[in-house]
């Protein structure tokens, strides 16, 4: 449903979320490796996360990414998905159809439209801080 890309910038942003609440900016190499993924891939996944304001990076000895404490309850999932994918995720046919509209409609378009609007409620419904809190606690993982 994802682009890779956005897979793991959700999960960079968990990760570094989850680092926020204790003060701590995480390095470019550590979030790749806590999320598995490809360095150059996630340096280009976390720039356009800073462009879009999500989280910030300092620069420097004791630099890294991190996302102000306060603001970690704000952020959106739909806000990094966004950042990174568009808005494709709310409008594409489930069969990968050209045309797919309430007009000329796909044989799963109902479906694959009240999948589509749960997904977008969710998204727009979940912040950061659920998720992160729930990393620190160990009730759910980025990564075994």
């Keep these: 449903m994802f682009s890779k890309a956005c897979e793991y910038g ?73 950042a990174i994918d568009g808005d494709s995720i709310y409008n594409g046919c489930g069969l990968g159809l050209h045309v797919c509209d309430e007009n000329h409609p796909c044989p799963v378009h109902d479906q694959f439209k009240t999948i589509r609007n749960q997904l977008k409620d969710m998204l727009e419904n979940t912040n950061l801080e659920q998720l992160a809190l729930d990393i620190k606690s160990g009730v759910s993982f980025l990564k075994l």
């Design 10 to 82: 959700l999960k960079a942003s968990i990760y570094i979320a989850s680092n926020s609440y204790d003060g701590k900016r995480v390095s470019l190499k550590e979030i790749a490796k806590k999320i598995d993924s490809p360095v150059a891939f996630t340096a280009k996944i976390l720039q356009d996360l800073v462009r879009h304001k999500i989280i910030s990076s300092v620069k420097g000895a004791y630099g890294g990414f991190e996302i102000a404490k306060k603001d970690i309850s704000s952020i959106k999932l739909s806000q990094i998905v966004n």
